[in-house]
């Protein structure tokens, strides 16, 4: 039996942990390494790393953090930040990630997509795709951490990185970001139904019923970075998972 | 001495770091010289099969990976990538592979009707079921969850080879055992402690 996956995503911001709401206001967790240990206690399917100012910047995410992260973490892990090279993907991998995600510079070089996916196939390479409406309810997809607007929508830009050759899309809605409020449905099913590629929800998820939610809207897996990290109305910081038994309880109907 | 083959695609650290949590020693090489003194080998690897072929050439490993695995009969176990590479050909880049085993390597064909729930690559975690007795799997309970990651899949002509299916919108091969050969679809090094288990049972062979 298939059981989809269970992702959480954590956030990078001068190596530390933070979580944002909206993108913005970053709040500090704690040591991302000791994140990853407590993810392997509790059996984690899978670990997003994102490092957001790495573009902005203009590098790459920390190799020596990546390995270290290999080194420590019991399950697949894929890392995103700054990626622009064939050079840099081989390294990242080459440090123990299963899969490298690309954002900014997928939406700048359509064709990077293509060559990465011939050089390691297309399941090592996940497009993240962040949307947001603009200020005339205009939908478009954005980059370098969610500040700059691209010319496609959620739809089109799905559509040209499966044909680029990409294995896999995270859709990240930006107004649900770290609002625990349930993931833009809406929005995960058309780009779900527009390709054959698997496509991850993220943002908005607070509850197993979100996370329930998001398959039946045809993810193929959910991500979550605050219900992961916080515990209740105070959002106490509290690194947290499914049992086995509940993600089994999640996904039986 | 383990040794975990190099041949320039990734994935290999993750295996290393597996066998050196429970305690065995191995050796990440590309050295011909190394491979020749190997007791067993591991071929993991994720990336496209043509670019696994071509690579394995530049390094000049194929004919003595064939001697020590097909002449010598050492243990090999073969990873995502590196149990395809030992099927006779894959559509993936329509590429002889270095046939081993009398299977074929074929993309995943969803259903129609299927296509929206079953996407390709097959990502994520997902059960086996073992068709045969096998050390490999001793010590293994059947409802542990295994973490694949792949768009192509095995298919055996001899159903000798098949040691487990797994289901994706349909049952397909995702582990095979012929003699000394072993390998698997799923990612052992990536599966918790049952892929723990599959690795401790391949070291004591």
Known sequence: MFRPRVIPVLLLKNLGLVKSVKFKNYNYIGDPINAVKLFNDLRADELVFLDILASKEQRTIQLSFVQKVGDECNMPFSVGGGIRTIADIKQILNAGAEKVIINSYAAENPEFIKQASMEFGSSTIVVSIDVKKNLFGKESTYTLGGTKSTPYNAVDFAKLMEEKGAGELIINSIEKDGTMEGYDLNLTKKVSEAVTVPVIACGGAGTYAHLHEGIKSYASAVAAGSMFIYHGPRKAVLINYPSKEDLQKIFST | ?205
């Open chain 2, 1 to 205: 001495m383990i040794v975990i083959v190099d041949y320039g695609v990734g994935n290999l650290r993750s295996v290393y770091n597996k066998l050196k949590r429970i305690g065995i020693a191995a050796e990440i090489s590309s050295d011909p010289s190394v491979i020749s003194k190997a007791d067993k080998i591991i071929l993991p690897g994720v990336g496209h099969f043509r670019n696994g072929m071509n690579k394995l050439r530049e390094y000049g490993l194929v004919d003595l990976l064939n001697h020590r695995v097909l002449t010598e009969k050492i243990p090999v176990f073969g990873i995502c990538l590196g149990v395809q590479l030992f099927t006779k050909r894959s559509e993936e880049g329509d590429c002889e592979g270095l046939g081993w085993i009398d299977a074929e390597t074929i993309k995943f064909v969803i259903p129609q009707a299927e296509k929206t729930k079953f996407k390709v690559p097959h990502i994520g975690w997902n059960s086996v079921s073992v068709i045969k007795e096998s050390i490999l799997f001793k010590n293994v309970d059947p409802a542990e969850l295994f973490y694949f990651v792949h768009s192509y899949h095995l298919k055996c002509n001899d159903k000798q080879v098949e040691l487990g299916n797994s289901n994706y919108a349909y049952d397909f091969v995702s582990c095979i055992e012929q003699g000394n050969i072993f390998g698997t679809q799923f990612h052992p090094e990536k599966s918790q402690d049952a892929g723990i288990q599959l690795f401790e049972n391949f070291v004591k062979l």
